[in-house]
């Protein structure tokens, strides 16, 4: 590479030639042309391919054609390379500000018609709004400037060299440039224009730039107008048509703040919006003002004066074809099911989202915390050596970029918080962008979280923080010292609000405990809730070699460093699906309390505004899962913050069936986000009859016997089953391991553990040294009575002397076959276990079981540390929509306290099972699935998963919690499965 390139590709300024100061993304009735569409392209390996192609004759028809916007790495079948995923790690080698020799350069080229009214013009303008990572722009063979920001807005004024008629904007991007040290943002490497292409009329007495900057305060609205234009442009006419706003300035000395009388405010709970005009004679700007105060008073966060709690999620732009292209439909149902799910707040992680996202926060109502496209995480690698954040030769390029984070975004009210970025260590740099935009914006806070200390932000922020380390921040007692900090430093951050910017690690199966983190924030006000990491996988849409879908992660495209699966860990799948996650996150963030005592509820509203004018309350009983009455419940208005008492209905309890009743919130009428009756918040109570489980019978006379037999519909040989219900069956097995989660895989070294764990050491390698994937079964004897049978197993894994003593007994009782399982662990056993079960293997025979009815916990997978979302009732799903489709394979499928199995063939019973509770009134849990635990750890995708016609039930007596250890501390002890003894008994009838 010449030394001129080299330099120009390892130039830490942001770029050449690019407009400033930058300005809003504003709707304007002054004429544009969106340059989308298809392009000319050629890739080439390195920054050094000749500039040629920038000359208005060159003859581009040998080249590809490539969308715009789009990824090149996502276009031609792999043609024009393949993307690449790191989480902290930089792909190239860390010799900032340098990049390799071996830098993808993709070069663009169209031809664009100039209408020629435009020559009334006074500027034409070409805006880039996202390209990665640097690029350099020429138009007619003139060079017009270069960039670098890849989710930042450009633009450039290409005035001088456009024409009347046809014209050539040709566009050099390389994919690595200084910039890239600045991106290091946990997600897929992906390179090209990816954002709108858009040439642009400024007229003469146009407006340069507008700022609608509202407040409210007890139903009272103002408005503080910055208008910038040319002196000539005025007068300029603010219009609020509904508020009966029209307001006329003459000169740029008049603007003035405006007063309105009566206005309605602005929140997430009530997104109400004024459509306004800012005009001149020769344009006329169109925005959407919401009217809210935003302040910190104290160490509380508050929006018009109310405290604001995050029930939030972290959002990448990701998606599995298009990568960060944006697409508005698919953007505006993404951010409609997450209203869905009572999620209010949006973290834009970790760069400003395509504009018109913020337009659609506005409308639908969302808290947004607008995120500067900054992230140096890489550095972490060298002990931070090196890094930007205190590196002076940096400094424009970190001010260039949160400007125009800012400016592009400033008119939105959804945007509560400006963030400067993230994972970027700390330093004067980031300092100085923070009193950029205190200068700037003196109303809205600034978050970093890498601030620990509290020196240049106003909001104490911390990632992945315990449940005890959070509620020591939230608690008062100054004696203690917060992590990071000094004394001093301590009491400074007390002092502000705390929000958890990142918590709950999504990945997998899990996380747990969503419910502890949200009782912190209702006991203790400094404390306003977080945002989960995160909202959704980011695979990307791949065949196998036989044409097999299925969805990548990192190191399927050959990458030489990449941090595997760790890209998929959301609440919702790459292909929209919610995961069990995302329903227990929407049971726990519900903003409707139920509190039942005795014959009456208590109804509280956790809402920031709203009331509860838009829900009806609908109740109905049922008596083991089967509906018996139903109506709706009269419930007064209940205001924001408040609670009602309303009695309940007459509760019909059956002697012979568990009663239940549930109440369901539900919207009156249709939103925005969801149809008239979508269930907002849901409550059980248990109103059943107690009664006893049926007591073992102890039997005696028993005899050593071979074990060949058969006992009511089960048939035996050797002690061991073969046969049930006039179908193949083997079992019962001890099962002991799961196919870990990406929890059980995370080693968490930092975090808190729990008493069973050890720091920097996975539970699922723990799980392997001990053999638990390959236990082996040595029986001790077998003994029958007329109508029982009971083997004695020691079941134990090779190199291991920890054992399991299993004694199994199958009896008779009555028309039923029961089980009795009573499992007890040897000494010496020293970490947790991932389940306590057995398993039974259901050949195919002449139909595979391949579905399930229960009453039980359902309907969706549960685990002891995310049972909010569950309800008791009876379900169905057929085998393969008991499991959830992880994009690595691993636990999944576990429904909890179960009562009453149906197994099924198609639409035909095959067996019904009556789980009995242990003496504890422990009830047992079940999986049903094809594939046997240890199958499905040895996959690292579904399609590895091998093809059988065996079904697999398992029944567990206990099951080891969830946790975020992936990212985040370990399962909390009172969820951590310890080896203990453990009975499971059953009744089994055939059908």
């Given at each position: ?5 080299s ?19 504003l ?19 390195t ?12 003859d ?53 018609d ?107 609205g ?8 040319e ?39 009530r ?26 008073r ?13 029930h ?26 997450m ?83 993230n ?23 600034v ?139 929407k ?38 899962g ?47 986000w ?135 007994v ?22 947790v ?12 025979g ?58 099924r ?71 951590a ?15």
């Amino acid at each position: 590479m010449s030394s001129e390139l080299s330099a120009y590709v390892s130039d830490t300024t942001p770029g050449r030639g690019a407009l400033r100061p930058a300005r809003s993304w504003l709707h304007s009735d002054a004429p544009s042309r969106s340059l989308n569409g298809p392009w000319r392209f050629r890739l080439s390996p390195t920054a050094t391919a000749a500039e040629d192609f920038t000359d208005e004759g060159f003859d581009d028809r040998g080249w590809d054609s490539i969308p715009v916007p789009s990824h090149w790495v996502l276009e031609g079948d792999g043609a024009n390379g393949r993307p690449i995923y790191t989480n902290i790690r930089f792909p190239f080698p860390i010799d900032p500000p340098h990049v390799p020799d071996e830098n993808p350069t993709g070069d663009y080229r169209r031809h664009f018609d100039l209408p020629a009214e435009w020559s009334d013009a006074e500027r034409v303008v070409l805006r880039f709004d996202g390209v990665e990572s640097l690029f350099t722009v020429w138009v007619n063979g003139v060079g017009i400037g270069a960039a670098s920001g890849s989710r930042l807005a450009h633009e450039f004024d290409v005035t001088s060299a456009v024409r009347p008629g046809d014209n050539v904007v040709a566009v050099r991007v390389h994919q690595w440039s200084a910039a890239s040290y600045v991106e290091d943002q946990d997600q897929w490497w992906l390179p090209g224009i990816f954002r709108d292409v858009t040439l642009i009329a400024r007229p003469a007495g146009g407006i340069e730039d507008v700022w609608l900057r509202t407040s409210f305060d007890h139903g009272r609205g103002r408005v503080d107008a910055e208008v910038t234009a040319e002196a000539s442009a005025f007068p300029v006419t603010l219009r609020i048509p509904e508020l009966g706003v029209e307001q006329v300035w003459a000169t740029a000395a008049e603007v003035a703040p405006v007063d309105v009388a009566e206005v309605e405010p602005w929140s997430a709970e009530r997104p109400r919006l004024y459509d306004a005009t800012v005009s001149t004679a020769a344009e006329s700007i169109t925005l959407r003002v919401g009217f809210r105060t935003v302040e910190i008073r104290g160490d509380r966060f508050l929006v018009n004066g109310r405290r604001v709690v995050f029930h939030g999620v972290n959002r990448h732009e990701t998606h599995p074809e298009r990568g960060r292209v944006f697409d508005e439909q698919h953007a505006r149902e993404d951010l409609a099911r997450m209203k869905r799910f009572n999620v209010n707040a949006i973290r834009t992680s970790h760069y400003p989202p395509h504009p018109r996202l913020l337009d659609l926060a506005d409308e639908l109502g969302f808290w947004v915390v607008l995120e500067c496209d900054l992230e140096t995480h890489g550095f972490d690698k060298v002990d931070w050596v090196g890094n930007p954040s205190d590196d002076p030769a940096w400094r424009e390029a970190y001010l260039d970029r949160i400007r125009r984070t800012v400016e592009r975004d400033k008119n939105h009210p959804s945007i509560v918080i400006w963030s400067l970025g993230n994972e970027a260590g700390t330093g004067s740099n980031l300092a100085a962008m923070s009193a950029w935009v205190h200068a700037r914006d003196a109303e809205r806070p600034v978050h970093y979280e890498g601030d620990y200390t509290g020196e240049y932000t106003d909001i104490y922020s911390r990632m992945y923080a315990s449940v005890p380390e959070t509620e020591e921040i939230g608690s008062d007692d100054a004696r203690s010292t917060l992590m990071n900090c000094t004394p001093a430093q301590s009491a400074r951050q007390r002092g502000k609000p705390f929000i958890l910017c990142e918590y709950a690690h999504a990945m997998g199966n899990g996380p747990g405990a969503f419910d502890q983190y949200e009782e912190l924030v209702h006991r203790h006000p400094r404390l306003h809730g977080g945002f989960v990491w995160e909202w959704r996988d980011h695979g990307i849409l791949a065949e196998t070699p036989d044409g097999t879908p299925y969805y990548a992660y990192g190191g399927d495209f050959g990458e030489v460093v990449h941090d595997g699966n760790f890209v998929m860990d959301g609440m919702l799948l790459s292909n929209d699906v919610p995961t069990p996650s995302l329903h227990e996150y929407k049971a726990v963030a519900q903003p409707v309390r139920f509190v039942f005592d005795g014959d009456k509820v208590a109804i509280s509203n956790l809402r920031h505004s709203a009331d509860t004018s838009d829900l009806r309350f609908r109740w109905r009983v049922e008596h083991d899962g089967t509906p018996v009455d139903a109506g709706d419940l009269e419930v007064p208005l209940v205001t924001a913050g408040e609670s009602g008492l309303v009695p309940l209905p007459r509760i019909p309890v059956s002697p012979d069936a568990e009663t239940w009743l549930t109440i369901d919130a539900v919207l009156a009428e249709a939103a925005a986000w969801a149809p008239e009756g979508h269930v907002v918040a849901t409550a059980q109570l248990d109103r059943s009859a107690r009664r006893p489980a049926p007591a073992v019978r102890h039997r005696t006379g028993w005899r050593p016997d071979a074990g060949t037999l058969t006992l009511g519909t089960a048939g035996f040989v050797g002690g061991s089953l073969v046969r049930l219900a006039g179908r193949p069956v083997t079992g019962p097995r001890l099962e002991l391991f799961r196919a870990p989660t990406d929890n059980d895989e995370g080693a968490s070294d930092g975090v808190e553990e729990s008493d069973a764990s050890v720091a920097g050491v996975s539970s699922a390698d723990l799980w392997r040294r001990d053999g638990l994937h390959r236990l082996t079964t040595r029986r001790l004897s077998v003994e029958r009575t007329a109508d029982a049978l009971r083997t004695l197993d020691r079941v134990s894994a090779a190199d291991s002397a920890l054992s399991v003593m299993v004694e199994s007994v199958w009896s008779v009782e009555g028309d039923e076959l029961e089980l009795r399982v009573e499992i007890e662990p040897s000494g010496g056993w020293r970490t947790v276990w991932p389940r306590i079960g057995i398993r039974f293997e259901l050949p195919d025979g002449t139909a595979p079981v391949d579905g399930a009815e229960w009453f039980g916990l359902g309907p969706h997978e549960s685990y002891p540390d995310s049972l909010r979302a569950a309800r008791t009732g009876r379900f169905s799903a057929g085998i393969d929509d008991l499991s959830v489709d992880y994009a690595r394979p691993q636990e999944t499928g576990h429904r909890s306290r179960l009562r009453h199995l149906t197994l099924r063939s198609g639409d035909a019973e095959v067996l019904r099972i009556t789980a009995v509770p242990d003496r504890h009134g422990r009830r047992p849990g079940f999986t049903l699935s094809r594939h046997t635990p240890q199958q499905i750890a040895a996959a690292g995708h579904p399609f590895e998963l091998p093809d059988t016609t065996t079904s697999h039930l398992i029944v567990d007596a206990a099951q080891h919690g969830l946790g975020s250890r992936a990212c985040g501390p370990d399962v909390w002890p009172e969820f951590a499965l310890r080896p203990e003894a453990r009975t499971i008994r059953l009744r089994i009838a055939g059908v």
